[in-house]
């Protein structure tokens, strides 16, 4: 506000810049420390209400947390489908589910390569919901090849969603790591946390549109980009306080439930709104094949494991330097 105000008029326009960049970096700065201290206390009201109500750590990240961490993409997408901005919601939903694999899922795997654990209940479980998220994939995958979202696919995608969902819960046991319950505290911190998130991951996605803007980066990389990576953040932050905590478990199945979200539930919401146009089958292909990806990492040694982890954060940083022609 000041920096458009009458002290921000009277500035020179160099400090103006500066001043602008200054105030748009602190407040990436607050976002994140909001992403991280909700992350903490969602994770561990998350865990708490699994262990409360008998259903496996995995299968709470894989749908509660999962729906949670989310909310950013849906409330983005949607908001960009409303104003006629579908670009925007498709790059969205498909960067974000690349950001998620090959940025959140590969870093957790780099830190703890022992990502499905050690209990045989949640690694069956993972490997479960690993073919359920390649499955959704194949689906999206050959009704983009149509060129648009329409009516028909997003009810498609929702049918098929509420599906997945079912075979979950039909399948949720109470195996997995041990959780501690914390009473009805859980559902204060489970709340809370996620509040913290969404208003967290707001923030750094407003901050970093508004960076990206000052320095004259297009729209379209921006939803590809800073905005798919910035509504990631909330999957990034608490997979990574999960996997610190010691819940592999909630780490992983938040992120392949994410993924799952994305491209089922918010384009399928998107699609009953308007039609969303394919802009392009480039990036959905990459998309694919770094879903597929995913499985190599739950097999081999824990060296293999963490090498194919840098293997795809590598890929990852390839693929943001092709976006922003840094590479051919």
Not at 54 to 81: Q, R
């Amino acid at each position: 506000m000041l920096a458009g105000g009458t002290f921000g008029i009277l500035m020179p326009v160099q400090d103006r810049f500066l001043y602008r960049m200054v105030i748009t970096a602190l407040l990436f700065l607050l976002g994140i420390a909001l992403l991280v201290k909700g992350a903490d206390y969602f994770v561990d009201g998350g865990g708490g209400l699994a262990a409360r109500y008998g259903v496996s750590p995995t299968t709470i990240g894989f749908t509660v947390i999962a729906f949670g961490t989310s909310l950013p993409e849906w409330v983005v997408s949607v908001n960009a489908v409303i104003i006629d901005a579908p670009d925007i919601a498709f790059g969205n939903v498909v960067g974000s589910n690349i950001a998620n694999i090959a940025l959140v899922l590969a870093l957790c795997a780099a830190l703890k390569p022992a990502i499905t654990g050690h209990d045989p209940g949640s690694q069956a479980t993972l490997m479960h919901e690993t073919w359920l998220m390649i499955a959704a994939t194949a689906a999206f995958l050959l009704l983009a090849l149509r060129g648009v979202i329409d009516l028909a696919a997003g009810v498609l995608l929702l049918a098929v969603f509420a599906a997945i969902l079912r075979t979950l819960w039909k399948h949720a046991s109470a195996g997995g790591e041990p959780v501690q319950s914390h009473g009805k505290n859980d559902y204060i911190m489970t709340f809370g946390g996620l509040v913290a998130v969404i208003a967290g991951a707001q923030i750094v996605l407003d901050s970093a549109v508004s960076l990206a803007t000052l320095f004259g980066v297009p729209a379209f990389i921006i939803g590809l980009s800073m905005v798919a990576v910035g509504t990631s953040l909330p999957e990034l932050v608490t997979s990574v306080v999960a996997i610190a905590k010691g819940n592999p478990g909630i780490s992983v199945g938040n992120i392949l439930g994410s993924n799952i979200f994305n491209i089922l539930f918010v384009l399928g919401c998107g699609a009953l709104i308007r039609p969303v146009p394919v802009p392009g089958i480039r990036d959905i292909a990459v998309m694919g094949i770094i879903s597929l990806a995913v499985v190599p990492l739950f097999f081999g040694t824990d060296r293999f494991t963490r090498g194919w982890a840098v293997l795809l954060l590598a890929a990852y940083a390839a693929y943001m330097a092709v976006l922003f022609g840094m590479l051919p």
